[in-house]
């Protein structure tokens, strides 16, 4: 065998053998129950924690502009959002987004939730429940009712909104140019999952509604220990903060801060999804221009 053969073998046993260290302690581990779990030593070392953002002056921001964009869970390059949506089937250390949000903000973890994007009114897992699940009782159960008697569990139908109904996320940032740095930036500021209106989810036609809004700073430590799936390397998860504020995902702008109450895109071109598709274009293209304005005399 040549120096050539040689160095394509170890290369290629190099990649199988980096591509088995999807979990921690996999390799070590003497039962199933040991793998995933790291050593002090190991979590000292790792220093795992989310990039904290550096101090902005207000008087350091030349230009600021505030969008709100949509996030399709259907394209391909949003799908470590979505998936995976069962959670029966799969390790503990994996969890869809939705999952992620929801399950920590019932524990009160996430705290910082809000009804809608301007964050004025905040809301409780218990205010949320009427909006995540719904509750039916069927003829049966309404007999029951009607004769004085307790309704039966069995004719009580519930229907809980999961990760698989969810269909995109809408995201709200402010795009500033910092004159410290000189340099266009972004900053995340809230999420919120989007589904069909849970009362009317099992019919054809349903409106999309947002779930709920949550404060993207105060979660950042959250969506840092949640991992997502890395398609390159699985042996190197990558979190949904990480995700996030690197902006590895697609998104279309659907509003813009302005004079009119910041109204949507669609509301001054209704009925037509290519000018729309146009406007969002044009919206980005002006933000992205923006910092090679600041630099033309």
Known sequence: MNWKGILVLTITATLFSTAGFSQANLLNAKTPEEVGKKTEAQIEADNDEPLPYGYVDDRDILWSKTVWERIDLDERINFPFYYPIDTIGIGQARRSLYHVLVSNIKNGNIDEV???????????????EATLQKVDTTDLGYEQLNAGEQVSAEYINRRNLTAADIQEYRIKGVWYFDKRQGELKYRL???????????????????????????????????????????????????????????????????????QGDRAIKEYIPDNAMFQLLEAQRIKENIRNKEQDMWSY
Not at 114 to 128: H, P
Not at 219 to 239: C, G, M, T, V
């Open 114 to 128: 809000y009804v809608d994007s301007y964050f004025t009114e905040k809301r409780k897992f218990s205010d949320l």
């Open 189 to 259: 500021l809230g999420i919120a999952p989007v589904a069909p209106d849970v009362n009317f989810i099992d019919s054809e036609q349903s409106d999309l509604v947002e779930l709920f809004w949550v404060w993207f700073p105060s979660a950042r430590e959250i969506l840092h220990e949640a991992k997502a799936f890395n398609d390159h390397n699985s042996s190197r998860p990558i979190s949904f903060d990480q995700l996030l504020n690197a902006r590895r995902f697609d998104a279309v702008i659907y509003k813009e801060e302005n004079v």
